[in-house]
Nanobody, 123 residues
């Protein structure tokens, strides 16, 4: 019954910004983590960022540090990914995922997934 849904992707020029939104429903555990992954055609799915719901601890992959910011709105069960200084290499399908427990960065650690939202960055 857990549902994860993301939105906010689009087509932007290099250097511009986007904010992705993910809402998760049906999570009843005391603590869980929400994460953003991305996957370009022919590439492996890559962990981008994740956040612990209660403690607020975060993790970012090195290529996005200083450019992307993950945050949460606990009242709305919503997580955001603010992406600034976008580069063409950020182009991918972005997925939101949820897991019960603490932070993990591997896709196999997550049980609940959204449908994906496309981010395309032109040069």
């Amino acid at each position: 019954q857990v549902q994860v849904a993301e939105s906010g992707g689009g087509l932007v020029q290099a250097g511009e910004s986007l904010r992705l939104t993910c809402t998760a429903s049906g999570l009843t555990a005391d603590d869980y983590a929400l994460a953003w992954f991305r996957q370009a055609p022919g590439k492996e799915r890559e962990g981008v960022s994740c956040i612990d719901w209660i403690g607020g601890s975060t993790w970012y992959t090195g290529s996005v540090k200083g450019r992307f910011t993950i945050s949460r709105d606990k009242a709305k069960n919503t997580v955001y990914l603010q992406m600034s200084g976008l580069k063409p290499e950020d182009t991918a399908m972005y997925y939101c995922a949820a897991r019960i427990g603490g932070l993990r960065s591997g896709p196999d650690d997550y049980s609940f997934w959204g449908q994906g939202t496309q981010v395309t960055v032109s040069s």
